[in-house]
């Protein structure tokens, strides 16, 4: 890990109900400890439980997010869809952008920079995720792929603050296999460098994401260069969650 603030960004997918919210306590209670005042927590719920979510966590320094918005802002005529601005206004402060399930869904690299531009014109901060499949790393084609990503959906992007790279395996997602640290910590430093040379920015925050769980966590907190973790499946459960944050900072 890095000296800064460690981020534990909790994706919940298409999981959660109202039930759900009542353990969130647990991990607001957390987040008032001093102990753990280096931990920025996120939440990003469905769309439905956002706004429960900035109500529950007003008064503590946890932070809400949503999993995507669309890719034309304000309003207008598309049934279903969400806007950035729609989101800054039920008092949403990130964005998750990119993610392979919704690149599998149909967002590309173009429509994701349009999503991307938007949330930053609402002051969203923007959890941009990468990741290369299992075909692209088998092909040692990871950087390339990567690169290409980051060169698309930051076209046009001049400051990279209020952005997150949350770089996630497509193979690790929810399979429980996770990178060796060794390959992971070279990533990430190739990673810097590109960004670094493209965009001028050598300090901007970069997380790991896919399978990441209390059995690994131990293994994961020693990569020495990344920011934090993007955790699904483990954040929709509130112990979980607290062990994968204990565990990380001791
Ligand atoms: P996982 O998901 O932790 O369940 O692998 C991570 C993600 O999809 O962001």
Redesign the pocket.
Known sequence: MTNDKIYFIG?W?MYGDLSSLRNVKNIINLSKSKKYKNAKIIYCPPFTLIERFTEITKKCNVAVGAQDCFKINGTGPYTGEISAKMLKQIKAQYVILG???RRNLGDTNKIINKKLIYALEENLKVIL?IGESIKENKKNLTMKVLKNQLSYCLSNVKNLNKILI?Y?PIW????GKIPVNKNLEKLVMLLRKYINKKFKNNNVKILY?????PKNINILKKIKNINGF??????QDHKKFIDIVKKTIT
């Open positions: 994706n997918k993610h392979s399930e995720c949350a996630e690790s997602i929810g399979t994401g896919g399978s990441v769980n993007l955790i699904g499946g483990a954040s």
